[in-house]
């Protein structure tokens, strides 16, 4: 049975009246209040909660997951695909960049192959007197000459005999 203020003070006054002086100087202070314990059915329902949020959010966590493996699973599929075709279109590019071909090609074009072939020796300009050359590019061999007219898309027939 709790008291209100104004009979705890009457009562200690009473009480106060009693005692000797040493002890009338003494307060009674009030205790603090103190906040209500958590139950054992509110523990329960927190972890409950607790759980539950946490199942949901490794749901969700996965769902995330899948769809980036889906996404990742679909780039793949396209990156074979186009390096598929990439070595298509190399392996055509190495058929049509044989000599064969090319010479099959400029000769349907018209072009007659030459008889002949005839390297000339190499002429130094007043401009380049000074300058000084390596012993690789002072005279071109004839087949890196015919891969870099095949490069250019002109043939090596085309490039001696057609123009002139």
Known sequence: MALSASQVRSRRSQVAGDLPPR???????????????????LVV????????GSLLAVAG??????????RLTRLQDQLSTQLGQHRDLELRVAQLEQPANVLSEAQKQ??????????????????????TTSSTS?????????????QRGTGAAGSRSGGR
Request: overall charge positive; cysteine-free.
């Open 61 to 70: 966590a996965q769902a995330y997951l899948t769809q980036g493996q889906v």
């Open 138 to 150: 002072a005279r071109p061999s004839p087949t890196r000459a015919t891969g870099a007219r095949a």
């Open 110 to 131: 018209g072009l007659v192959a030459p008889k002949g072939v005839t390297d000339l020796p190499q002429v130094n300009s007043p401009a380049s007197v000074g300058r």
């Open 23 to 41: 002890e009338r100087a003494l307060k009674v202070i009030e205790g603090r209040r103190q906040r209500p314990r958590l139950t054992g059915r």
């Open 45 to 52: 329902v927190l972890a409950v909660v607790v759980a539950v």
